[in-house]
């Protein structure tokens, strides 16, 4: 009888840990809340676990229109595509939906801003000073991990199956005091 208690409360000792083990981004380029100056090639997130291939981003500019990307490819825990069409100056986002290591679906969001110079009708075809595009690196621009996650799934399985165990376990309880 103790055994059966024991086990009915490190499984709801446990349930909690393994409902709460979700992927998270990690890092991203371009970076969350970077302003780059040149039209990204690719977005490549990476995230802190291995995901699946059902994995998938979109590019939304800030009217909420999407943008062209090409196909999306995981490898691993990183997930990217390549942009084929240059974007033009404003906020972007870039919306992810990828299903973890652990099989549950986890959506979240970040933006980047494009600032390109204007180009100038000069009689000189040579550009001034050429500008680097963003490498992706995170310097100043806060932690990426701390993207909007919204988690898409329903814990009341868990809450349901833990209160099957502990209505079970005090009908066996009730049953050998009789």
């Not at 208690?5 to 446990?14: G, N, P, Q, R, S």
């Not at 890092?27 to 977005?43: F, H, W, Y």
Request: proline share 6%; with cysteine; net charge negative.
């Amino acid at each position: 009888m103790k055994r059966i208690l024991l086990i009915c409360l490190a499984a709801l000792w446990l349930l909690p840990s393994v409902a709460l083990a979700h992927s998270k981004l990690e890092n991203a380029v371009p970076a969350q809340d970077a302003t780059i100056t040149a039209s990204p090639e690719r977005i490549e997130l990476t995230f802190n676990t291995k995901i699946e291939n059902l994995s998938n981003f979109k590019i939304v500019n800030a009217a909420g229109e999407e943008m062209e990307k090409d196909k999306v490819a995981v490898e691993g825990m990183t997930m990217s595509g390549t942009v084929p069409t240059p974007l033009t100056n404003g906020i972007y986002t870039v919306k992810w939906v990828i299903i973890g290591a652990d099989g549950h679906s986890v959506e979240g969001d970040y933006s980047f801003t494009l600032e390109a110079p204007a180009a100038t009708e000069e009689t000189s075809p040579e550009p001034e000073a050429s500008a680097e595009p963003d490498t992706g690196t995170n310097e100043g621009k806060g932690n990426p991990s701390s993207t909007t996650e919204r988690d898409s799934t329903n814990y009341t399985p868990a809450i349901i199956i833990g209160a099957i165990i502990a209505a079970a376990a005090i009908a066996l309880f009730m049953r050998r005091r009789k």
